[in-house]
């Protein structure tokens, strides 16, 4: 199974809500990443976990605050966001090594638009 | 600062041509390299994965990999117009993070 899930597909929200993105996967792997999306753009790593720690956060805005409550969750609470946080939202997933077996596999991915 | 590099496109080949994509990297150590497809509006998708130099294939992707010359490439035979999409190189190196390179869009017309 090489499947990472992601909820919701879709999400519009006002600069004043606070909202979250779910992703789960089930391959046992011990390292997940959020990257944010723009159109005609590759994905922009923002966050990193690795066994449960966060090991990479990439000066990304404190209105997103990952969360990973367990090895196969990972979530991205959303809070104050701004229209041009709009893009798409990855998670992925892989093992942390960096020799073989160090495949990553993404989500079907959020659609965000922030109004 | 690692440095993966790809020709952003349009690479436009007909139906049935091969497609031929290439990558450059700048990190000597690299170790693994990763082909992923990524159509309109969707994920990556990972087709295939590469680490010793020398050609692997699958179905009608071929990858070569050549660590002296640091490149990789990605070579779709029969192309069919279904193959129209960004394909992106991704690299890993001393980290088990990968570093993307911009994508190519390969356009395949019929």
């Known amino acids: 199974d090489t499947e990472v899930t992601q909820t919701p597909k879709h999400l519009v929200m006002g600069m004043t809500n606070k909202k979250s993105l779910k992703c789960e996967q089930h391959?046992?792997?011990?390292?997940m990443y959020w990257y944010k999306q723009k159109a005609k753009k590759p994905p922009e790593l923002m966050f990193v976990?690795?066994?449960?720690?966060?090991?990479i956060n990439e000066s990304v805005p404190s209105r997103f605050s990952p969360e990973c409550p367990n090895s196969s969750l990972l979530n991205l609470h959303l809070h104050a966001l701004q229209p041009e946080d709009s893009a798409l939202y990855l998670c992925?997933?892989?093992?942390?090594?960096?020799?073989?077996?160090?495949?990553?596999?993404f989500g079907p991915g959020t659609r965000l638009t922030v109004l | 600062q690692k440095e993966v590099e790809q020709n952003s496109g349009p690479l436009s080949v007909p139906e049935g041509a091969i497609a031929s994509l290439n990558c450059t990297y700048s990190?000597?150590?690299?170790?693994?390299f990763f082909w992923y497809r990524q159509y309109s509006g969707k994920s990556p998708e990972l087709i295939m994965s590469?680490?010793?130099?020398g050609d692997k294939e699958d179905g009608r992707f071929t990858a070569q990999l050549n660590k002296a010359s640091q490149y990789v490439s990605l070579l779709i035979r029969d192309s069919q117009p279904s193959d129209s999409a960004t394909y992106l190189c991704?690299?890993?190196?001393?980290?088990?993070?990968?570093?993307f390179g911009r994508g190519t869009s390969l356009i395949v017309h019929p």
């Open positions: 990190d000597r150590v690299s170790q693994s």
């Open positions: 976990y690795s066994y449960e720690k966060l090991s």
């Open positions: 391959m046992g792997h011990r390292a």
């Open positions: 590469i680490y010793s130099n």
């Open positions: 991704a690299v890993t190196g001393g980290s088990y993070i990968p570093t």
């Open positions: 992925a997933s892989s093992q942390p090594t960096s020799g073989r077996s160090n495949e990553q596999f």
